[in-house]
């Protein structure tokens, strides 16, 4: 059991998930606004032996050097590797902080924004923003999806459901799933040409998509984004978007890596803060950083 538990800035955890954790520290204290700078979140963490944050703060090496007590910190956050967590975890090792994470909470409530936003923009529901004067179903289309992890996979199942022709790029190779899901591996570059809708799912500061691949994205195309981050470079994303015939979609405002580039007739977003924010992805998420906790504390028991 910890001593004292700090969460430094507001996490999408339900209230009956947040009042779990008195069951696993004497205090608990909860701050629900952003800290403003490095020192203020020493501040906030003080003396406390645990601390849990979103993926709105960091914590480095300076904070945990100037918090002596700190034993285990929570990610409410995704957590895929030590390039891209807000966490200095290299620090953290070396100096016996435990850090953990979540991952895969989420990306069900990304799947249904895609095919929401896809659906209406092929068949024209609005009748502004739409692909073409003729209603199109999703299995007219030739998609590539870009990222082969767990979202990933859940939108290339979920196009091949919906009959679409779906190829994908991923850094490592998933032949299993090839069969499985009845889908193709390509290189990044043929993916990009010869492919209608392309969907970014990649992890946080993987930037694949760059001038040589936006060159290739020639004709009409849709480009989702729902990666954590651009997932391309966004200087020759702004001139692929000077094209009328190129459309972006992304499901937070920094998915597309300039937020004025929101302002172009062909690009857009949704008013929340992601497609992965949905009640029972918090709930997921809450479970998942409870269940954290409780395997620290039993592993030191």
């Given amino acids: 059991m910890f001593n004292k538990l700090v969460i430094i800035e507001k996490v999408n955890m339900l209230d009956n998930e947040i009042d779990k954790l008195n069951k696993y520290a004497n205090e608990v204290i909860y701050y629900k606004d952003m800290p403003l700078n490095d020192d203020e979140i020493i501040n906030r963490i003080n003396d406390a032996d645990c601390v849990l944050l979103s993926y709105t703060s960091h914590i480095n090496s300076y904070i945990m050097s100037n918090c002596k007590n700190i034993k285990y910190i929570g990610m409410c956050c995704s957590l895929y590797d030590k390039e891209s967590a807000n966490v200095d975890i290299t620090y953290a090792n070396e100096h016996n902080i435990v850090v953990k994470g979540i991952r895969d909470y989420g990306d069900l409530g990304v799947i249904e924004y895609i095919i929401h936003e896809l659906t209406e923009f092929l068949e024209g529901y609005n009748g502004i923003f739409k692909w073409s004067d003729e209603p199109q179903e999703i299995s007219s289309l030739k998609c ?15 196009l091949k459901l919906f009959g679409a022709d ?23 570059n043929e993916a990009v040409k010869n492919s209608d809708a392309i ?23 849709i480009l989702f984004n729902t990666s954590i981050g ?26 597309i890596g300039d937020i004025s580039l929101w302002e172009l007739e062909n690009t857009k977003t949704i008013s929340r803060s992601s497609g992965g924010s949905t009640k029972q992805a918090f709930i997921r998420l809450g479970e998942k950083v409870i269940k954290n906790i409780e395997e620290y504390i039993n592993e030191r028991n």
């Fill in 230 to 255: 651009p997932g391309f470079d966004v200087v020759s994303l702004k001139k692929w978007l000077m094209n009328k015939n190129h459309y972006f979609f992304g499901d937070t405002l920094n998915t």
């Fill in 166 to 188: 779906v190829c994908y790029y991923s850094r490592t190779r998933k032949e299993n799933l090839e069969n499985e899901i009845g889908i193709k591996y390509v290189s990044l």
């Fill in 199 to 221: 969907f970014l799912a990649l992890n946080k500061n993987a930037l694949l998509l760059q001038e040589e691949q936006f060159k290739l994205m020639e004709g009409k195309k």
């Fill in 144 to 158: 590539a999806v870009i990222g082969l992890g767990t979202s990933g996979t859940l939108i290339a199942r979920t």
